[in-house]
């Protein structure tokens, strides 16, 4: 079937039952992986950036023409990139330097305009810390006053999690059959987890867990002692996420880079799923889940990106 446009195809992205990486592994119970990046942008963030701008045309928080600004580790910016080009939205897109190059050359293929902010002493490059988000976050708010422009927000907009609370919840409910029983995330905004979460709650008894770096675990409430990690686009030791507030949480994990980095290879090698490091940290904490509180479950969980985005890292060395 020919669409109409590019946005016609984001989301209703196939799911992969993970049975050769959990057999080879002596795992009781299945692992469904939703293959998110095949959305156009190659991410699951393509979702979140159509929701957040059909809300703000809707509501007329954004008006046609209007400039669009994000603060990004290059995969919400990438679908908004997407989305603004299509809807005749200029964008800005404002990123740390310590994300992956390849994510700022892809947006500014996308047509955005690219904004890259300088990180904050002591942070490694591959390594954004909270304390680089915040300057990010000061760059972006600045650009937004200045060019009278819309902020997208996807901490805040709630078109972030209803776009996973309408498609990626029931998505993963109908591939698995109705046999989930837990549903695992590596949180960035929040989003992804809480509209997801909020969907499979409704559909069936589904256990949530939130996924984070371990020693950057503050949604946790535990301490911050190695706020930076290799695991890009989440995990930035912050405990204030609006979107965690009042969302099924059963359980925490923590996964350290070392495990997000072995774990997406082995998807590689063993599954053909060539993801990123937040995909490998999701489903090395669905292995763990398998290995103790869910053993003989089912547990859904999200390859956010491309392994693509990630080449000039240590991901694929």
């Given at each position: 079937?020919?669409?109409?446009?590019?946005?016609?195809?984001?989301?209703?992205?196939?799911?992969?039952?993970?049975?050769?990486?959990?057999?080879?592994?002596?795992?009781?119970?299945?692992?469904?992986?939703?293959?998110?990046?095949?959305?156009?942008?190659?991410?699951?963030?393509?979702?979140?950036?159509?929701?957040?701008?059909?809300?703000?045309?809707?509501?007329?928080?954004?008006?046609?023409?209007?400039?669009?600004?994000?603060?990004?580790?290059?995969?919400?910016?990438?679908?908004?990139?997407?989305?603004?080009?299509?809807?005749?939205?200029?964008?800005?897109?404002?990123?740390?330097?310590?994300?992956?190059?390849?994510?700022?050359?892809?947006?500014?293929?996308?047509?955005?305009?690219?904004?890259?902010?300088?990180?904050?002493?002591?942070?490694?490059?591959?390594?954004?810390?909270?304390?680089?988000?915040?300057?990010?976050?000061?760059?972006?708010?600045?650009?937004?006053?200045?060019?009278?422009?819309?902020?997208?927000?996807?901490?805040?907009?709630?078109?972030?999690?209803?776009?996973?609370?309408?498609?990626?919840?029931?998505?993963?409910?109908?591939?698995?059959?109705?046999?989930?029983?837990?549903?695992?995330?590596f949180v960035g905004s929040g989003g992804t987890y809480a509209g997801t979460i909020a969907a499979l709650g409704r559909l069936g008894d589904v256990r949530g867990y939130v996924v984070e770096p371990e020693g950057a675990a503050a949604a946790s409430g535990a301490p911050v002692t190695a706020p930076g990690h290799p695991i890009q686009g989440g995990g930035y030791a912050r405990a204030d996420l609006t979107f965690l507030d009042g969302a099924?949480?059963?359980?925490?994990?923590?996964?350290?880079?070392?495990?997000?980095?072995?774990?997406?290879?082995?998807?590689?090698?063993?599954?053909?799923?060539?993801?990123?490091?937040?995909?490998?940290?999701?489903?090395?904490?669905?292995?763990?889940?398998?290995?103790?509180?869910?053993?003989?479950?089912?547990?859904?969980?999200?390859?956010?990106?491309?392994?693509?985005?990630?080449?000039?890292?240590?991901?694929?060395?």
């Open positions: 079937m020919a669409h109409a446009s590019i946005l016609d195809v984001i989301g209703d992205t196939p799911s992969v039952w993970l049975d050769r990486f959990t057999a080879a592994r002596g795992l009781e119970g299945r692992i469904l992986a939703k293959l998110d990046y095949l959305n156009p942008g190659f991410s699951k963030k393509d979702r979140a950036a159509l929701g957040v701008i059909n809300e703000a045309r809707a509501s007329g928080a954004l008006v046609p023409g209007q400039t669009v600004v994000e603060l990004t580790s290059g995969n919400m910016g990438t679908g908004l990139a997407i989305v603004c080009a299509q809807l005749g939205h200029p964008f800005v897109a404002v990123m740390s330097r310590g994300n992956s190059v390849e994510r700022a050359r892809m947006m500014a293929a996308l047509g955005a305009e690219v904004v890259l902010v300088d990180q904050a002493p002591g942070s490694r490059v591959g390594e954004v810390s909270g304390a680089d988000l915040d300057l990010v976050e000061a760059t972006a708010r600045r650009i937004t006053r200045a060019r009278d422009a819309f902020r997208a927000d996807q901490f805040e907009r709630q078109g972030n999690p209803a776009a996973h609370e309408t498609g990626t919840g029931p998505e993963l409910w109908a591939d698995s059959g109705g046999t989930l029983t837990a549903f695992a995330d099924r949480i059963d359980g925490f994990v923590t996964v350290t880079g070392d495990e997000a980095r072995d774990t997406a290879r082995a998807l590689a090698r063993e599954e053909g799923i060539f993801g990123g490091f937040s995909g490998g940290a999701n489903v090395a904490a669905a292995a763990a889940l398998l290995a103790g509180p869910e053993r003989g479950g089912v547990v859904g969980v999200v390859i956010c990106d491309s392994g693509l985005k990630y080449l000039s890292t240590d991901l694929w060395l």
